[in-house]
């Protein structure tokens, strides 16, 4: 029996993979010293949380190293979703990061709904809007949707992106087809699946000690349960 039914071992078992791997890079690979440590902020948390120097200086190792990973929490969605049939992942470092000429649909994945500060979404909407709207353009009518997978309240959405333009004083104009859509949302347009975000949330655990021999293990599984449903309903 596959994992999921929407992706194949392979594919999967390629993005875990490569995420446990920026996890234990992220973790051996910490300077401390890399970034300019506030040495108030280092005082107050050593008095104010009781901790010795010891303790905190492990604390502010594992923060650093979580921040690295986290940076590479949304490239691992959009491989997933790239590999699903019909859609193209578009790699770092191009204008778009999914493609479905089929579906004629472009989208840009961000993680968390914090990722971008509030006065990048005008920037965010002008780039999608310079895709889609121009008749030269190779993806004149597509769809484009702004996804942001870990939504700030834990419900489904797909609404139209119209974030303030400072610049301007007012909030961008509204177009039908430059969108905003929540990550369980988005997965299941891509996959077909309604429940697809939870059902890899669900098997990675088992995936990660399959691959890993048993190495890796993520105990407590019904606790981490609980943080998704928070995030996502």
Known sequence: MPYLKWISDERLIESVNHLLLKASLAKTNTN??????????AIFEIAGFEL????????EISRQAQKTLQ?????FHQNILGFSEKWVNKKTGSV?????????IIAEIKNKYNTISGGKLA???NSLNSLIM??????????AYYVVIIPKKAKRYNVLFVPSNKEQGEKCPPNEKIREMDGSSFYALVTGHENALEELFDILPQVIIDISSGKYR????????????QAFG
């Open 52 to 59: 010795d120097y010891e303790v905190w200086l492990k604390g």
């Open 71 to 75: 940076n590479h929490i949304g490239d």
């Open 96 to 104: 778009v990061d999914l493609v479905s000429d089929e579906l004629k």
């Open 32 to 41: 401390i010293h890399k970034n300019v440590i506030d040495p108030f902020s």
């Open 123 to 125: 920037d965010l909407y």
């Open 134 to 143: 121009p008749k030269a353009s190779i993806y004149k009518d597509y769809t």
């Open 218 to 229: 993520v105990e407590d599984k019904e606790k981490l349960k609980l943080f998704f449903n």
